[in-house]
């Protein structure tokens, strides 16, 4: 029988059209199919059902932290048979600058639409210069720019590249303009056909329910010299006072430190999987 043709890739990203996940898509994958996704669940169940080879979606803001939503899907996905085979395949960091912007018709900012993300990465300025406007939270960037482009009035913190396509005037780049904004993004699903080297992995664990039971695996990390780099703990659906935990480390397999440490945290855990060994690179 002749081989089946590869599926072409097919890349679905969270947010609308001009997110900072379609920005980071287009970067990393400039000849790439790509399909906008509302929620970063929708991205992951699509992916799940097949509609797309692989999915971006943003995993830790340095003003906001973890996204928890994205941390929840990879747990839940280290839980099914697809965990094996859809995983984090690479991470992208991209630097975030951030704009107030509105219509032109826009005398008086009375509101102001965003993803949460960046109105904790503004807020001390907006408390300086609109302590006044209504903060309104939505779930992307893009989708705040929509917002602010059909109300006189509102205006939107988003990226410069959704301004034209809304029709949106430049009100302020300073908004949080003094500490540096980072997102992460992760690519999720099978085995990229071209990627770097791997340098990070990330586990999805649970523990028995006893005392000491993360420091032993902390110390599993620290005795082989392996940094960690990420640690998030989420409570287990039905199982009051117990959570499951996510982390990602500095190294990856065939290291052997690596895998001595993968197989002495089996040995004390009670789940754990793999959600990916993977490259960091800038985008």
């Known amino acids: 029988m002749p081989a089946r043709p590869p599926i072409p890739f097919h890349l679905g990203y969270f947010g609308r059209a001009g997110s900072f996940s379609h920005l980071a898509a287009e970067r990393r994958f400039p000849k790439a199919r790509l399909s906008?996704?509302?929620?970063?669940?929708?991205?992951?169940?699509?992916?799940?059902?097949?509609?797309?080879?692989?999915?971006?979606v943003p995993i830790e803001n340095a003003s906001s932290g973890t996204i928890t939503n994205t941390a929840d899907q990879l747990m839940r996905l280290a839980h099914t048979e697809d965990g094996v085979a859809l995983q984090i395949r690479e991470a992208l960091a991209m630097r975030i600058e951030l704009v107030l912007m509105a219509s032109p018709k826009t005398k008086t900012i009375e509101k102001v639409y965003s993803h949460p993300a960046p109105f904790d990465h503004g807020?001390?300025?907006?408390?300086?210069?609109?302590?006044?406007?209504e903060r309104i939270t939505v779930g992307s960037t893009s989708e705040a720019a929509i917002l602010a482009s059909?109300?006189?009035?509102?205006?939107?913190?988003?990226?410069?590249?959704?301004?034209?396509?809304?029709r949106l005037k430049i009100v302020s780049k300073e908004i949080g303009k003094d500490v540096a904004n980072q997102t992460t993004f992760i690519v999720v699903g099978p085995k990229l056909a071209q990627s770097t080297k791997p340098t990070h992995t990330s586990l999805v664990f649970e523990l028995p329910h006893k005392p000491g039971s993360l420091v032993a695996v902390l110390q599993v990390l620290s005795r082989r010299?392996?940094?960690?780099?990420?640690?998030?703990?989420?409570?287990?659906?039905?199982?009051?006072?117990?959570?499951?935990?996510?982390?990602?480390?500095?190294?990856?397999?065939?290291?052997?430190?690596?895998?001595?440490?993968?197989?002495?945290?089996?040995?004390?855990?009670?789940f754990l999987a793999i959600i990916g060994t993977y490259p960091v690179r800038k985008v």
């Open 123 to 133: 807020r001390a300025w907006l408390d300086k210069h609109y302590p006044k406007a």
């Open 150 to 166: 059909t109300e006189i009035g509102a205006a939107a913190i988003a990226g410069l590249q959704t301004l034209k396509d809304n």
């Open 36 to 56: 906008e996704c509302p929620t970063v669940e929708e991205a992951f169940s699509r992916l799940h059902a097949g509609d797309f080879t692989h999915i971006l």
């Open 225 to 270: 010299k392996l940094n960690l780099t990420k640690i998030l703990s989420r409570p287990i659906p039905g199982r009051f006072d117990e959570y499951r935990f996510m982390i990602e480390f500095l190294g990856a397999a065939p290291k052997k430190e690596v895998l001595d440490a993968l197989a002495r945290l089996k040995k004390i855990t009670a």
